[in-house]
């Protein structure tokens, strides 16, 4: 079922940022060309493993815009996008993000208090980006019911799933500066 995926991130090229092995791939980085049957293929496995007995989808931006967007159009929930922009907005929420490369701000909006959610991503990896998100989502009131993440590197979802959230992810790799090792797909057929 994950075909595509598994054989576009064996081929994924590193970079460094900082100290930290960086994999350009287009479902984590929109580079260098998404084809639909990729999407199409990660949307699917999402779909089939994912709890959408939701009111809303969440994602982040940037790279949770193309998923998010995919399964709010086939599953007819609306979804929101987790933004790196301030808007200013009554009850507008703001939480501090650290990646293994990257530090910042998200800026959550347009979460009723109670709304049941389906959280989306593309990359966990130190889990800080998840983290923030679920500090966000706890300070909005929502229920969490389930967690994606189409591909899991590193430590990151032990710590949410620590936290006691369930978090499922479509395909665990390993990375150094050599290239992607694909360790686990949750279609076992890695
Ligand atoms: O588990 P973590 O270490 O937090 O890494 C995962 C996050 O890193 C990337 O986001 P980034 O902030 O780079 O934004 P992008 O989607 O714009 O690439 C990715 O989209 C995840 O949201
Ligand atoms: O290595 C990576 N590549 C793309 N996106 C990411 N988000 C966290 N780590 C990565």
Same mark, same amino acid.
């Given at each position: 079922?994950?075909?595509?995926?598994?054989?576009?991130?064996?081929?994924?090229?590193?970079? *460094?940022?900082? #100290?930290?092995?960086?994999?350009?791939?287009?479902?984590?980085?929109?580079?260098?060309?998404?084809?639909?049957?990729?999407?199409?293929?990660?949307?699917?496995?999402?779909?089939?493993?994912?709890?959408?007995?939701?009111?809303?989808?969440?994602?982040?931006?940037?790279?949770?815009?193309?998923?998010?967007?995919?399964?709010?159009?086939?599953?007819?929930?609306?979804?929101?996008?987790?933004?790196?922009?301030?808007?200013?907005?009554?009850?507008?929420?703001?939480?501090?993000?650290?990646?293994?490369? #990257?530090?910042?701000?998200?800026?959550?909006?347009?979460? !009723?208090?109670?709304?049941?959610?389906?959280?989306?991503?593309?990359?966990?990896?130190?889990?800080?980006?998840?983290?923030?998100?679920?500090?966000?989502?706890?300070?909005?009131?929502?229920?969490? @019911?389930?967690?994606?993440?189409?591909?899991?590197?590193?430590?990151? @979802? @032990?710590?949410?799933?620590?936290?006691?959230?369930?978090? *499922?992810?479509?395909?665990?790799?390993?990375?150094?500066?050599?290239?992607?090792?694909?360790?686990?797909?949750? !279609?076992?057929?890695?």
């Amino acid at each position: 079922m994950l075909k595509n995926l598994r054989e576009s991130l064996r081929n994924a090229p590193i970079i *460094k940022r900082g #100290s930290y092995n960086y994999f350009i791939h287009p479902i984590s980085d929109g580079v260098p060309v998404v084809r639909p049957e990729l999407l199409r293929e990660v949307i699917a496995c999402i779909v089939k493993n994912a709890n959408v007995d939701v009111d809303k989808i969440v994602t982040i931006e940037a790279m949770g815009l193309p998923l998010g967007s995919a399964l709010s159009q086939i599953t007819d929930i609306p979804f929101i996008i987790i933004r790196k922009r301030k808007y200013e907005l009554p009850g507008e929420i703001a939480v501090h993000q650290a990646t293994g490369y #990257s530090k910042g701000e998200l800026y959550l909006n347009g979460i !009723d208090k109670g709304d049941r959610v389906l959280i989306v991503d593309d990359v966990i990896s130190t889990g800080g980006t998840m983290l923030a998100t679920l500090k966000a989502l706890e300070m909005a009131g929502a229920t969490v @019911k389930d967690i994606i993440v189409v591909i899991e590197r590193g430590d990151g @979802k @032990k710590e949410i799933i620590d936290m006691g959230y369930d978090i *499922k992810t479509l395909i665990k790799i390993d990375v150094d500066e050599n290239g992607v090792k694909v360790l686990e797909c949750i !279609d076992g057929e890695c």
